[in-house]
């Protein structure tokens, strides 16, 4: 502050200085929410699409028996999903000891993102009976 014969105030280079000061402190705190907004789109990205995943890979061996493939296809105009069904042998007893046979189902899903393609993958293994997979010995 300058005092100059009783007025007080604030001179030119202060002001600026001080309008500097809150410009930077305001660029980064728009760059910092702008981030945040942006992981919050690409979270929900994963969210929706983990969902997608779970519901596809819920309906495997359920609409039909489960045979070895691969399947896929459109979700919406965004996701697109992948499906793979494979014989699962590692550390498996003998199926016809067991009387089951062991299979590995994953379902990949993918969506263009802003700047690469992303993609959630869920795997499982499941159980069925020997003479339902079609598979005698």
């Known amino acids: 502050m300058v005092d100059r014969g009783g007025q007080r105030g604030f001179s030119l280079l202060e002001v600026l200085v001080a309008f500097a000061i809150l410009s930077v402190s305001l660029g980064v705190l728009l760059q910092v929410f702008a981030t945040g907004l942006r992981n919050a789109g690409v979270a929900d990205d994963y969210t ?15 609409e ?15 996701f697109s999903w992948r499906g793979a069904v494979s014989a699962y042998a590692e550390n498996v007893p003998d199926p016809e000891k067991t009387q089951v046979r062991v299979w590995r ?31 005698r010995g």
Do not use: D, H, K
């Open 105 to 135: 189902v994953s379902v990949e899903v993918f969506w263009r993102g802003l700047t690469q393609t992303r993609s959630v993958m869920l795997e499982t293994v499941r159980l069925t009976p020997l003479e339902a997979s079609g598979v």
């Open 64 to 78: 039909a028996p489960l045979s070895e493939g691969v399947r896929e296809g459109p979700i919406n105009e965004r």
């Open 48 to 62: 929706q699409a983990t969902l997608y995943a779970e519901s596809i890979l819920a309906a495997y061996g359920r």
